[in-house]
């Protein structure tokens, strides 16, 4: 696979990378450890070579996974992790991250689980209003200077904060979600990032499932799957947005491809900084994902989507309001 620079940082990762939390949470039943373990070792070998966890995601399990898991490669791939909550010593969250000594704890943590001595990417998974970003950032640039993080991140920060923390300890990528159902990073926070030299990284680039074509009025979700809260996924949002995924798919059958790798390869053509990491459990889904970054849209083609996105209105917010609270601080 093709490797891109995560902006002007000098850090190249494949141009999909493997976004690994579905592996501990939040789409039901997540299958077996060994099944997850071979899955992450899959994708090494198909060329993949960004992978993404985060100290929450369990909390904790994750990150031994993916450590487990990508140990034969150490040197070879990039791992981003993520803080931002402070956890008791059974694991549950006991609210963010609010001083210094906290990020180097969260940072410690993260290193012993995953089994390395650098964190390649770390990133600032929320961002802490009650909190000067100077003061995080600060932290983790003294982590820098240790030795203990290569590249600093930041995950779902509006474009003020991010230049903010910038100023402090230069940030290589900004984590947030973007597909072809969810645009608001074009409003300020790519721009910023292509002023700054900043990799852009979208989250839930096939929208949670919902633009591979798999998902429709008709569909169920397990028990635990975060989906069953989101307003976008309800009865009446589902069957709207179809809309979009029927449209993105004669696009797609133009062109040979599936209606999931047209969303995938439409966000590889927005910027040659811009890395995708698409989460899956299933070998086919991820050899699929991959194959999108082989995807070439025309200009033409391109026009089509953006003309095909104006028409379709969607319908629902992507997260409940306790959680959109959260971002774009």
């Known amino acids: 696979?093709?490797?891109?620079?995560?902006?002007?940082?000098?850090?190249?990762?494949?141009?999909?990378?493997?976004?690994?939390?579905?592996?501990?949470?939040?789409?039901?039943?997540?299958?077996?450890?060994?099944?997850?373990?071979?899955?992450?070792?899959?994708?090494?070998?198909?060329?993949?070579?960004?992978?993404?966890?985060?100290?929450?995601?369990?909390?904790?399990v994750n990150e031994e996974l993916v450590g487990e898991a990508l140990a034969p490669y150490r040197g070879t791939v990039v791992i981003a992790t993520k803080f931002n909550m402070v956890f008791d010593a059974d694991g549950k969250p006991q609210g963010q991250i609010s001083r210094p000594d906290q990020v180097y704890s969260a940072a410690e943590g993260s290193l012993r689980r995953l089994g390395v001595e650098t964190?390649?990417?770390?990133?600032?998974?929320?961002?802490?209003?009650?909190?000067?970003?100077?003061?995080i950032a600060?932290?983790?640039?003294?982590?820098?200077?240790?030795?203990?993080?290569?590249?600093?991140?930041m995950s779902e920060a509006a474009a003020g904060t991010i230049r903010r923390a910038h100023a402090v300890q230069p940030v290589t990528a900004v984590q947030s979600e973007y597909s072809l159902w969810w645009r608001?990073?074009?409003?300020?926070?790519?721009?910023?990032?292509?002023?700054?030299?900043?990799?852009?990284?979208p989250y839930s680039p096939l929208g949670k499932g919902f633009l591979t074509g798999t998902i429709d009025q008709a569909t169920t979700f397990a028990e635990g799957d975060i989906r069953t809260t989101i307003p976008r996924f309800s009865d009446d949002a589902r069957k709207a947005n179809y809309a979009l995924v029927e449209r993105v798919t004669t696009v797609?059958?133009?062109?040979?491809?599936?209606?999931?790798?047209?969303?995938?390869?439409?966000?590889?053509?927005?910027?040659?900084?811009?890395?995708?990491?698409?989460?899956?459990?299933?070998?086919?889904?991820?050899?699929?994902?991959?194959?999108?970054?082989?995807?070439e849209l025309t200009a033409s083609d391109l026009d089509d989507i953006e003309k095909i996105a104006s028409s379709v209105t969607v319908r629902g917010a992507r997260y409940p309001d306790y959680l959109e609270r959260a971002t774009n601080l």
């Not at 899955?39 to 090494?44: H, K, M």
């Not at 608001?184 to 990284?201: M, N, S």
């Not at 910027?271 to 995807?295: Q, S």
């Open 138 to 153: 600060g932290a983790v640039a003294d982590l820098v200077a240790e030795g203990k993080v290569r590249h600093f991140g």
């Open 119 to 135: 964190l390649d990417l770390y990133y600032l998974h929320r961002v802490n209003p009650a909190v000067p970003i100077e003061e």
């Open 1 to 60: 696979m093709d490797t891109r620079a995560l902006g002007t940082s000098g850090l190249e990762v494949s141009a999909i990378g493997l976004g690994c939390m579905g592996f501990s949470q939040s789409y039901g039943p997540a299958g077996t450890h060994e099944e997850a373990v071979a899955l992450v070792r899959a994708a090494v070998e198909r060329g993949v070579t960004f992978f993404d966890t985060a100290e929450s995601y369990g909390p904790f």
């Open 184 to 201: 608001r990073p074009e409003e300020e926070v790519l721009a910023a990032c292509e002023e700054l030299g900043i990799g852009f990284v």
């Open 252 to 295: 797609a059958e133009r062109k040979g491809a599936t209606p999931g790798q047209v969303a995938l390869a439409w966000l590889l053509a927005q910027k040659p900084w811009v890395v995708p990491i698409p989460g899956t459990r299933k070998l086919h889904r991820l050899d699929e994902n991959i194959a999108a970054a082989d995807l």
